[in-house]
């Protein structure tokens, strides 16, 4: 079974500019989370999407957002990029909400930089 | 607040014992994970702690503390491979879902 699949891998962009980065979750699994890794702030919640709906957000500004699509794959986008947002972002995927020892299954992530 | 802490940094020996503890203050409580993480690598599941007391998994056992807030990671007979981040994350309370909070992580080294 193929595991999470994120694509880009690398990206480089200015400020100011926006960015979209994709998440294939693992076949089966519906529930999709995102979130920001930096060397300073460790992991931090994005958001999470199941059944195309937005479950949860953490607390990014309204720049950051994100989609589902009904095949369970998952975009996230970043608008009016700030220097910042230079991270690593990681997509997991999950089966779904409704199990408390649900885990995640984190794909590589993409490295985003900002110049 | 919710916090996480665990320590940045640690060394260990090839073929020892090294202990990673985690304090949590969270709203609530409803899970905690322990995650490995490679460097340029995705973090990778470890173990579920949901009640008190140790589960173990072959050479890596995680123990929970919920009136403590505690945990630890347990990792026996130290292998160059086990040099990487480890993650304490915690699911809080009235979350079944894909939100985590994390620790910064610990980074072990494993020495020969």
């Known amino acids: 079974k193929a595991g999470v699949t994120q694509t880009p891998r690398y990206l480089i962009k200015t400020r100011g500019q926006q960015v979209t980065l994709s998440c294939s979750p693992i076949?089966?699994?519906?529930?999709v989370s995102w979130y920001q890794q930096t060397p300073g702030q460790g992991l931090q919640f994005l958001f999470e999407?199941?059944?195309?709906?937005?479950?949860n957000k953490g607390n990014f500004p309204g720049r950051f957002s994100g989609r589902q699509f009904s095949n369970s794959r998952s975009e996230m986008n970043v608008s009016t990029l700030e220097l910042g947002d230079s991270a690593l972002y990681l997509c997991?995927?999950?089966?779904?909400?409704?199990?408390?020892?649900?885990?995640?299954?984190f794909g590589s992530g993409t490295q985003l930089s900002v110049l | 607040g919710q916090n996480i802490d665990q320590p940045t940094e640690m060394t260990a020996t090839e073929g020892a014992i090294v202990q990673i503890n985690c304090t949590y203050q969270?709203?609530?409580?409803?899970?905690l994970f322990w995650y490995q993480q490679h460097a340029g690598e995705a973090p990778t599941f470890l173990s579920y702690?949901?009640?008190?007391g140790l589960e173990e998994k072959g050479r890596f056992s995680s123990f929970l503390s919920r009136s403590k807030g505690y945990s630890y990671l347990l990792l026996k007979e130290l292998q160059m491979k086990d040099s990487a981040s480890y993650l304490c994350?915690?699911?809080?309370?009235?979350?079944?879902?894909?939100?985590?909070?994390f620790g910064q992580g610990t980074e072990l080294s494993v020495k020969p």
């Open positions: 997991a995927s999950s089966l779904g909400p409704g199990r408390a020892n649900e885990k995640l299954f």
């Open positions: 076949s089966g699994h519906r529930s």
């Open positions: 999407y199941f059944s195309e709906t937005q479950r």
């Open positions: 969270t709203s609530g409580f409803n899970g």
């Open positions: 702690n949901v009640l008190d």
């Open positions: 994350a915690v699911r809080d309370q009235g979350n079944q879902g894909g939100k985590l909070i």
